[in-house]
């Protein structure tokens, strides 16, 4: 058997030899035809010898057996298997044909064989094939009719006997045939039988085995089947996802979005996708917390209908197959994305701001520097006097101090930010800080008509920090709280101990700030409102630079506010503070003299910029 099929194997097509279901057919359809043809023409010498001298019929008969090899010479050569079942159901027909009209028409032995013409053809798995071969024996039967009935067919053998004989060969031989047929459409379904079940485990080897999780669902959600691979990527066996129990795992707010999309693949029959979040079981063996956060996943779920034709199918009942991948990974890159986009909007809106702010900043006291110089300058044709001129000195020192402010304030942050402003931590009394600050801007309060009131307990004790960056702490937050405070307000500055820290509250009943500007406060170079509609100077590094110091104290920094209510900023700083050990003392530094201004210079400085 094993010869006999490598030989067949050696004559298929090329296009015959990739496909096992259709490498059988082409077998079936040569293996008999060789075969027979081959047997029936080494019988005829022994039907010679038997009979004798053969007569015409019997000499076309035997030639016509050249036919069936012939066919499969022609699917050999070109694997037309539909064309080769037409010509054998031809043939066929013909062959029997021609024996039927010369041995009695439609009561010929042969006619029985236009039986086998469809049967043969039914091999073929068309229908169109089958229907050809159909008519073509119901012609050819009609033609025998026919012929009989207007005497066109020459007289048969009066001899009972041997007609009797003749028509036993015809219906045993065409009953054999038939049974040959049919054997072989048996090995032909039970090959395709086996090559789908080799399938079907192939599938399910690889729903199996894959990593993208494969499931089969109703229209309503409910889970029919669904693969090993959800167990990894859920952390549930699968049986708690049968049903409803996928469903459930949907985060509440995407399940309008993974219902809608089963339901518009089972009913549109097209593809569908959408992303929602899956609970994710805990691994075993770790301990959750009550009050743990809930572990989401972020899934991928493509969707299309199960049925080919989903007319055929009741709406209702219509399935659907999706296959989901855990695509976490790629959110979280999103939202980084979304992050640095933000981030880089912000620096870019931050940039714009400094420029606008830098340019009024630098400008006003630069063309006033220039101005008033060059009057002093042409004193003599301006015929100026010596107070005005002391005037206009006055004046350019203010501005020159303003702008010294502005460089200062640009200089300490950019220190802050870079990681190069160092504190030096000593012990001093907060309480005597705090009142110098208040006094140096006592002038600047009773000149905008505002209270300054300092509450500060006489029994505050000595702590150990930089009592410059305190000072300058203090002096920030009041002056900012001056500026922003209408005339006849009021701006309170206490400080008390809670536990092992120094609370300064500063508070105003001043213009307050909004609720969405409040989250942004102490960003650098912001300002609460637009900046070209600013009523108030300054470069926006007040608040940033404070934030900045009480940082690197270890403390920390709060800010309630409401518009028009008033503005209070609560700063808490540990009464011993030490730097962190890996810092070592050489590295802290100090501020350069010259860009270090005095008491009475900080005074001024935030009088003209905060």
């Known amino acids: 058997m094993n010869i006999i099929r490598d030989c067949l194997d050696a004559l298929l097509h090329p296009s015959a030899r990739y496909d096992a279901l259709t490498r059988a057919r082409h077998r079936a359809f040569m293996a008999p035809r060789l075969l027979g043809s081959l047997a029936a023409l080494a019988a005829f010498p022994v039907y010679l010898a038997m009979r004798g001298a053969p007569t015409a019929l019997e000499v076309a008969a035997f030639g016509w057996l050249i036919a069936p090899i012939l066919l499969s010479w022609f699917l050999s050569r070109t694997g037309h298997y539909e064309g080769a079942h037409v010509l054998s159901s031809m043939a066929l027909a013909g062959l029997v044909m021609t024996v039927a009209m010369t041995t009695g028409g439609i009561e010929s032995f042969a006619a029985i064989w236009l039986v086998v013409v469809p049967l043969e053809a039914a091999l073929s798995a068309s229908r169109r094939v089958v229907a050809f071969a159909s008519a073509l024996a119901l012609a050819c ?10 005497d066109m067919l020459p007289a048969a053998e009066a001899n009972t006997f041997s007609r009797g004989i003749f028509m036993a060969f015809g219906v045993a031989s065409a009953t054999l045939y038939a049974a040959g047929l049919a054997f072989g459409a048996e090995s032909l379904a039970r090959t395709s039988v086996s090559l789908l079940y080799v399938e079907e485990d192939r599938y399910r080897l690889l729903a199996r085995h894959m990593s993208d999780v494969i499931s089969r669902h109703r229209r309503n959600g409910a889970v029919q089947f669904i693969s090993p691979a959800a167990e990894t990527m859920l952390g549930a066996p699968v049986s708690r996802l049968l049903g409803h129990g996928l469903f459930d795992r949907v985060h509440v707010a995407d399940r309008p979005a993974y219902l809608t999309a089963l339901s518009d693949a089972a009913r549109g029959g097209e593809a569908r996708s959408v992303e929602f979040r899956l609970r994710r079981d805990a691994p075993r063996g ?6 743990s956060q809930v572990d989401f996943i972020w899934v991928e779920m493509r969707c299309r209908p199960l049925e080919a034709a989903p007319d055929a199918v009741p709406a209702s009942e219509a399935e659907v197959v999706a296959v989901m991948r855990d695509v976490t990974d790629r959110k979280v890159q999103e939202q980084a994305l979304d992050l640095a986009r933000t981030a880089a909007e912000q620096a870019d809106a931050s940039k714009t701001r400094f420029l606008a702010t830098m340019s009024h900043e630098l400008r006003t006291p630069l063309n006033a520097i220039i101005g008033f110089s060059e009057m002093i300058v042409q004193e003599d044709v301006l015929m100026i006097d010596a107070a005005r ?10 501005s020159g101090q303003h702008l010294l402010g502005v460089v200062n304030g640009i200089l ?36 905008s008509g505002i209270d300054l009131v300092t509450r500060a307990p006489e029994d505050l004790p000595v702590m150990t920090g930089d009592p410059r960056a305190f000072k300058q702490i203090v002096l920030n937050l009041v002056a900012n709280a001056i500026k922003f405070t209408e005339r006849g307000g009021t701006v309170t500055v206490s400080a008390a101990v809670e536990g092992s820290r120094l609370l300064l509250r500063v508070r105003d009943n001043g213009v307050g700030i909004a609720a969405d500007d409040l989250k942004r406060v102490g960003d ?8 070209y509609q600013r009523r108030h100077e300054g470069t926006g590094l007040g608040l940033s630079i404070v934030k900045s110091l009480v940082g690197m104290h270890a403390g920390e920094m709060s800010v309630q506010s409401k518009v028009d209510e008033g503005t209070t900023v609560t700063v808490a700083l ?3 503070f030490t730097p962190p050990a890996e810092l070592p003392q050489s590295n802290i530094a100090t501020l350069t003299p010259a860009l270090r201004p005095g008491p009475q210079d900080q005074a001024h400085q935030v009088k003209k910029s905060a």
């Open 141 to 150: 039967t009609a033609l025998l009719i026919a012929f009989g009935h207007f």
């Open 286 to 291: 770790s301990a959750r917390g009550q009050n």
């Open 389 to 398: 001129r002391k005037e206009y000195a006055q004046l350019i020192n203010d």
């Open 412 to 447: 300490d942050m950019s220190k802050m930010e870079s990681g190069n402003f160092e504190i030096s931590p000593e012990p001093f009394a907060p309480r005597a800080a705090m009142l110098n600050c208040c006094n140096l801007l006592a002038l600047k309060a009773r000149e």
């Open 524 to 531: 650098p170079f912001f300002q609460a409102g637009k900046t």
């Open 574 to 576: 540990p009464l011993a």
